[in-house]
């Protein structure tokens, strides 16, 4: 199994291969974007000849970081039950509307604030509901020949270069509030996103895949050693592939483009509260542990830290409605 992540050791950041325990590091000067915009057939040669080459360190004495810094970064919401139940949950209405079932929706959200395993998620100014999103996440390659424009299914399957277990990290208040706008999440989601532990491959899962191109790959999520979720991927309302190729569509994706899955079915507490009728289990808090496990691609672990104490809100001023602008005397 190709696993392609970075950690840093000794004070320095490296990028390279996870195998049989341990971190083979890329030549200086290269990185996670090299492979990815090498593509995934030359990337499989170059984790040959680097894991072959003999030199190591113990995944032990490394700390993981984010395996990749994101381009940009979709996240699509291709389940079903979780849409049903966040909406219950956020605007209070049962069902899916209708829209859902047309054709996949996603938001783009913050490339600069992604974290990795391990790291402390801070809880954002004026926050009181934060929550996770057990989701995976398709990683954009270079595929040969194409621009990445108006791909159809097959030719979008080929640009996925390999797989992450995402956490998109919600300020559910925030979301709340921004959402009746109809605009956003803004606030709500950009304070984090968790990648990781690792990227891998695509072609370790290429004999997985069902007849209509699905992944029944198990994903589960635990709070505090607690299990609060578990579902298959091959839930989605759609697979991967269909989601690259509607991405591209009179658009472009790119090598190093990240696409979510969307929260799996009781992926999530607000799913759970609006099933629930109240917050059981209750929001995060300074000191829980979030564990998110994805069946072949691993397992993310972070611990909730402190709020941030901030302004976070200016009331907007009440301006007079003029329409028009004053006539300046004749000089």
């Not at 509260?273 to 993310?300: K, S, Y």
Request: charged share 20%; hydrophobic share 40%.
């Amino acid at each position: 199994m190709v696993k392609i992540a970075r950690w840093n050791h000794d004070g320095g950041t490296q990028s390279g291969f996870v195998s049989g325990g341990a971190c083979h590091a890329l030549p200086a000067g290269q990185d996670v974007q090299t492979l990815l915009d090498a593509g995934l057939e030359e990337t499989l040669a170059i984790a040959r000849r680097t894991i072959g080459s003999g030199a190591a360190v113990p995944l032990a004495d490394v700390q993981l970081l984010a395996p990749l810094a994101p381009a940009t970064i979709r996240d699509f919401v291709a389940f079903e039950e979780h849409v049903e139940g966040v909406r219950k949950s956020i605007d209070g209405v049962a069902g899916v509307v209708p829209e859902w079932y047309e054709a996949p929706t996603f938001y783009f959200t913050n490339p600069h604030t992604v974290t990795g395993t391990g790291e402390l998620i801070g809880i954002p100014a004026g926050c009181v509901d934060l929550d996770f999103e057990t989701e995976v996440a398709a990683v954009v390659g270079r595929v040969p020949g194409s621009d990445g424009r108006n791909l159809d299914t097959e030719a979008a399957h080929r640009h996925i270069f390999g797989y992450t277990v995402l956490n998109d990290w919600s300020a559910r208040d925030l979301q709340r509030r921004e959402m009746k706008v109809s605009l956003g999440p803004c606030k709500g989601k950009d304070f984090s996103n968790t990648l990781g532990p690792w990227i891998v491959t695509a072609d370790e899962f290429e004999d997985r895949h069902d007849a209509e191109g699905f992944l029944p790959i198990s994903m589960s999520v635990e709070v505090n050693g607690v299990q609060i979720g578990q579902d298959l991927l091959s839930n989605m309302g759609w697979p991967f592939a269909e989601l690259v190729a509607y991405a591209s569509q009179d658009s472009v994706i790119r090598p190093g483009d990240v696409l979510g899955s969307g929260t799996c079915g009781s992926g999530c507490l607000a799913e759970l509260w609006g099933r629930n009728g109240a917050q059981t289990p209750p929001p995060l808090a300074t000191g829980d542990v979030v564990r998110m496990t994805v069946e072949g691609i691993g397992t993310i672990e972070n611990t909730v830290g402190d709020r941030r104490e901030a302004l976070t809100r200016v009331p907007a001023r009440t301006r007079p409605r003029n329409r028009v602008a004053a006539v300046l005397p004749a000089t």
